[in-house]
């Protein structure tokens, strides 16, 4: 049975910064495309960023690009997501996935499981 569970959520003060952490129960989690999405209150979610099988190919969406990191431990199991010069309008509910299929995945339907999210908070 696949299980993500996410840590590292919390408050922090604008400009601050977090690491968040996903720790995976997959079998073939070096071969899994991985990757972090978040929702806001009232919000849709939506993508923040992917990392490939191999680690090399990170991608992000654009409002997050050059603040954050993704990265992945496939000895550990574990994908992380390296949060700088956070906003308040970085606050949401941060969930990680895992999808089956290789590929730079964005869409929530390339991803097959999920974990139960994490809170980041950013005050101004």
């Known amino acids: 049975q696949v299980e993500l569970v996410e840590s590292g959520g919390g408050l922090v003060q604008a400009g601050g910064s977090l690491r968040l952490s996903c720790a995976a129960s997959?079998?073939?989690?070096?071969?899994?495309?991985m990757g972090w999405f978040r929702q806001a209150p009232g919000k849709e979610r939506e993508f923040v960023s992917g990392?490939?099988?191999?680690?090399?190919?990170?991608y992000y969406t654009s409002s997050v690009k050059g603040r954050f990191t993704i990265s992945r431990d496939n000895d550990k199991n574990e994908v992380y997501l390296q949060m700088n010069s956070l906003k308040p309008e970085d606050t949401a509910v941060y969930s990680c996935a895992a999808a089956m299929v290789g590929g730079s995945h964005v869409k929530e339907d390339d991803f097959q499981a999920w974990g139960q999210g994490t809170q980041v908070t950013v005050s101004s």
């Open positions: 990392i490939d099988y191999s680690g090399d190919n990170p």
């Open positions: 997959i079998l073939t989690f070096r071969f899994n495309p």
